[in-house]
Each structure stands twice: as C-alpha cells, then as structure tokens.
C-alpha cells in the first residue's frame, strides 16, 4: 500500500464538494442522464424483485445479447464475455488472473491512473513508454520495452486523459506486435461509443487474444451502476470468473436488466452533441494552450502556458474556482493539466473564459 497514494482526481472532487460555485470540469463522467427507457427498465426490476444475486458471470440475457454482438464483430470461435463491475471492476480481476510478483506490465504515458495502481498492487512492475508530444505509439519503442517478464500490456483508445485516438495502423501494429511476442494485450474500450471524427477500431479485429474491457457506465450515463462486461479467450474469460466469485460476486442484478434495455437504446443523439462540446472546446482554447484536438472520448489535454501543472491547477481553483486535474496524476510529467469537456454549455463557456484569463497571467 506504501507503492501509491490515493487518487488526485478524488482529492480535486472532495476540494469541488467545497465550493459554493465551482467551475467544474473535473469530473470524468457523463452530464446527461440515463436514458429513459433504460431507467425505467432499472425500476421494473426493482419492483419486480429482482434484487438478488446474479450469476457471477452475469445475467444470461443480457450475456446472450453481447455474445451475438461480438460473434458478428469478431468471428472468434473463442471469445466468450461476462459482466463485470464496470471497466475497472474487470482490470482488477484481469490483473489478478495474469500477474504475478516481478512480470512487468506495459503502460503508455498518460496513462488513467489504475494503470499504474493495479500492477504494483499485485506485485508486478510497470514499464512505462513515454509518448508526448502528440500521444501516438511508437512501435519500435514498444518492441524494445518487451522482455521475457512482459506479461501484458495495458491499452486505451480513445484514451483518458488525452482524448486521442490512435490510428488503425498503430492499432493493428500493436496488435500484432502482441500476439508476436504472445504478450496479452489489455484493450480499455470504455470510450469506443465516443469517437467524433473516424470510426472505433479494436485490436481485438487484428488478435484474438486481445482482451476487451468495455461498460455502460459512459455511454449511457449510468457509472454509479458499476454494469461493465469483458470478453476475450475462453480459458483467461474463465478464470476471471473465477476470481470474481471470491471477490465482486456479481455486478448488480437489477441494473443488469437495465443493460439488456441499453443495447437497444439509440445514444447517436448524445455522442453527437458531445461532438459539439469539443468542438466548443478545441474553438475556445486554440488560441492560448498547446493542445492535441481530442478525436474522442471527454477529454482535453493541454500544456501549461506557464509553470508546473500544479502550479497553474492551484491559481485555477483559487482565483477562479476551476476544477481541472494536474498531469502529473496521469503521468510522470508535470507539463499538462486534464479537463472533461462533459459539462453543459454554461459551465464550458465559463471554463474557457477562466482558461483564456489564466494563460495571460505569469
């Protein structure tokens, strides 16, 4: 427990808590709420008693909905899902299942910050591959970073903090760099549902032993509901069953019921007005932060016109009471702050004309 502290993003939500009138674009979660024909699925299985244990490996309706989903998208004769406790709920149980003491564990730098966590917490080591300035994969650099401890590598597009998209050859490259060096790749998909300018690709389309963590949480405006799924071979899918048996137990059986509803809900509506935020974003900034235009998820990730990201975080909540998160939580650098453009209008209109007075100070 020594290895790490507690979350910089938590810290900034407990210091917002505080406020009487934040500028908050802290928070990496939805502004709208759950769809309604989703919410009311939640209630009917709550009214109709279906508040009891689910199956560990989750609710068969739900996991029959998914697997045809992913048959269709992948091909994979071995590909098997089950429902996790959200994303993270399944990069806990992936981690349990595949590291042990002293494997390595590859992490690209900005990195969401259970990346660097979870490893460690099951005494494995993290190695990390710097790729500022523009957050693209360097191949060659990967290839260099695998030794014979590398057990995986942990992937995310369109990523948190940065907002980028990696492109289909760095995708299929790492993919197959991968299965080269029989290395599990981890691929986080929670995002995939936001991408504005070229369609989601997975790794899992260029290797099937890729394993894909994917969740409602973003798309559907429901994280407080912890319903995720995992999928990916058979024999590692197994296992991480296994795990969640004497652990999570099972993700939450009425909400569960709720997903099944969320497969057959229309978000185009949502993804593309949060299309719009960024684009509000990338307009309102341009002109006084170095920035690389986020092509999905959330999130901005710009460079401090002056100072350490610390620095230039704290002026933001003292003077302004902005919430943005400092770098250096997401990385090993101190050179860019994160904001999550999942805010309505009135809120981004203030965080920029905060932002745009904070870069003419010194």
């Given at each position: 427990m020594r290895l790490f502290d507690a979350s910089g993003i938590r810290r900034v939500f407990e210091l917002g808590a505080s406020l009487p009138d934040p500028i908050n674009l802290s928070i990496g979660q939805p502004d709208f709420d759950v769809p309604e024909p989703v919410r009311q699925a939640a209630i009917e299985a709550i009214q109709s008693r279906k508040n009891t244990y689910a199956l560990s490996q989750g609710l068969p309706e739900l996991r029959e909905k998914l697997q045809a989903q992913i048959q269709a998208q992948y091909g994979h004769p071995d590909r098997e899902v089950f429902i996790t406790c959200g994303t993270s709920g399944g990069l806990v149980l992936a981690m349990m299942?595949?590291?042990?003491?002293?494997?390595?564990?590859?992490?690209?730098?900005?990195?969401?910050?259970?990346?660097?966590?979870?490893?460690?917490?099951?005494?494995?080591?993290?190695?990390?591959?710097?790729?500022?300035?523009?957050?693209?994969?360097?191949?060659?650099?990967?290839?260099?970073?695998?030794?014979?401890?590398?057990?995986?590598?942990?992937w995310n597009s369109p990523a948190n903090p940065t907002g980028v998209m990696a492109s289909e050859e760095e995708i299929r490259g790492l993919a197959e760099l991968a299965a080269q060096h029989q290395v599990l790749l981890i691929s986080d998909e929670i995002y995939r549902a936001f991408c504005y300018d070229r369609a989601f690709v997975s790794p899992a389309q260029f290797n099937p032993d890729v394993l894909v963590l994917e969740a409602f949480s973003k798309s559907h405006g429901m994280p407080g509901w912890r319903v995720g799924f995992a999928h990916g071979p058979r024999s590692l899918i197994q296992e991480m069953i296994k795990l969640q048996q004497y652990s999570f137990v099972c993700a939450p059986h009425p909400f569960q019921w709720a997903a099944v509803k969320a497969l057959e809900t229309d978000i185009s509506g949502l993804i593309a007005e949060y299309c719009r935020k960024r684009d509000r974003i990338v307009e309102g900034l341009k002109d006084c932060y170095e920035m690389v235009?986020?092509?999905?998820?959330?999130?901005?990730?710009?460079?401090?016109?002056?100072?350490?990201?610390?620095?230039?975080?704290?002026?933001?909540?003292?003077?302004?009471?902005l919430l943005i998160i400092p770098g250096r939580v997401f990385s090993r650098r101190g050179t860019h702050f994160r904001l999550s453009f999942a805010a309505p209008d009135q809120v981004l209109d203030r965080g920029i004309e905060a932002l745009q007075r904070l870069a003419r100070r010194k």
């Open positions: 299942a595949v590291v042990n003491p002293g494997d390595e564990v590859i992490v690209f730098d900005p990195y969401f910050v259970m990346y660097e966590v979870l490893p460690k917490l099951m005494g494995g080591q993290v190695v990390y591959i710097d790729t500022y300035p523009d957050f693209r994969v360097d191949l060659d650099r990967v290839a260099d970073a695998i030794t014979p401890r590398t057990k995986a590598i942990i235009r986020p092509s999905g998820a959330f999130y901005a990730f710009p460079k401090v016109p002056w100072g350490t990201d610390e620095e230039f975080v704290q002026r933001a909540i003292r003077e302004y009471q």
